[in-house]
T-cell receptor, first 114, second 110 residues
């Protein structure tokens, strides 16, 4: 199984600023995803991070607000831009093997926006 | 898209009790996983189980793909079992995009 690390593990940010979250995997993976989990809620997929090309965003999420990079098969970043208190959530990176299609999650980044 | 419903939404147990969590899904799937999210937010893989039955210690899971449901059994519950249990599925023939249920929140009292 893949081992995933995320940085930072938590942060408190001011309204209007941006935060970049890093996700590092210990092996090359095809599929990488970014999720948001608002307090007391389930996981919502933000986007699929595509290596070497633009991410594929889910309905309700846009590149200007959540720019994503994936320069190689082991690393990705998610930026939360122009933050507001509504962005306070846990942000989770995940990867999926293709055979079998088992998904693994990083430890998450707990973001609080004041 | 595929719908995933988990029940019950909340569950409170005394230590030592057994419980069954259910996941219903609205379409054929080629992937189903159960996760436990501990109180610190970490999501832990419990089972990859698109069909059949698996057991791991006090936990076991059964997926009946033809009837579109999966069950997670917790026996002799412990306080460390507390947290939220999520079911996630991928629709057969679709893209590799997992869809999560709303979860079952479990509290185990000593």
């Amino acid at each position: 199984s893949a081992v995933i690390s995320q940085k930072p593990s938590r942060d408190i940010c001011q309204r209007g600023t941006s935060l970049t979250i890093q996700c590092q995997v210990d092996s090359q993976v095809t599929m990488m995803f970014w999720y948001r989990q608002q307090p007391g809620q389930s996981l919502t997929l933000i986007a699929t991070a595509n290596q070497g090309s633009e991410a594929t965003y889910e309905s309700g999420f846009v590149i200007d607000k959540f720019p994503i990079s994936r320069p190689n098969l082991t690393f990705s970043t998610l930026t939360v831009s122009n933050m507001s208190p509504e962005d306070s959530s846990i942000y989770l990176c995940s990867v999926e093997d293709l055979s079998p299609n088992e998904q693994f999650f990083g430890p998450g980044t707990r973001l609080t926006v004041l | 898209g595929i719908q995933v419903e988990q029940s019950p939404p909340d569950l409170i147990l005394q230590e030592g009790a057994n419980s069954t969590l259910r996941c219903n899904f609205s379409d054929s799937v080629n992937n189903l996983q159960w996760f436990h999210q501990n109180p610190w937010g970490q999501l832990i893989n419990l089972f990859y189980i698109p069909s059949g039955t698996k057991q791991n210690g006090r936990l076991s899971a059964t997926t009946v793909a033809t009837e579109r449901y999966s069950l997670l059994y917790i026996s002799s519950s412990q306080t460390t079992d507390s947290g939220v249990y999520f079911c996630a599925v991928e629709r057969a023939g679709g893209s590799y995009i997992p869809t999560f249920g709303r979860g079952t929140s479990l509290i185990v009292h000593p």
